[in-house]
């Protein structure tokens, strides 16, 4: 049982840096494109499409010359921050399904289905 825990907050702490570091170059690389610009708060253009497709975030992301595709990279990193928890609950059922305890391996993949559904949904 001790190690699956520390393996699960291992995996959590790992995750959660990773989208850190993700988020903080997103918005560095953001913020110095955009040096000296004004806030054009004012009018409301709403987001772009890409941000809305996992796919075409990732294509974007890895685009070097958009300036307003940057935002992507701090998407991506929100996106695996949000993907944290549902992997951990997953790690949990794998876990507990090769310690051979049914009910709690029953239990966690009935939450990783709860969270699929209501994820995709």
Request: aromatic residues 10%; contains cysteine; hydrophobic residues 55%.
């Amino acid at each position: 049982m001790k190690l699956l825990e520390s393996q699960l907050s291992r995996t959590t702490i790992v995750v959660t840096q990773i989208a850190a570091l993700f988020m903080a170059i997103g918005l560095a690389w953001f913020l110095s494109a955009h040096v000296g610009m004004t806030a054009g708060d004012h009018i409301f253009s709403g987001e772009p499409s890409y941000l809305t497709n996992p796919v075409a975030m990732v294509q974007k992301a890895w685009t070097l010359e958009a300036v307003g595709e940057k935002r992507s990279v701090v998407m991506l990193g929100i996106c695996l921050l949000l993907l944290g928890p549902p992997l951990r609950v997953v790690l949990c059922a794998v876990g507990f399904a090769l310690r051979g305890d049914r009910l709690y391996a029953a239990i966690s993949a009935g939450v990783v289905l709860i969270l699929m559904v209501s994820f995709f949904w």
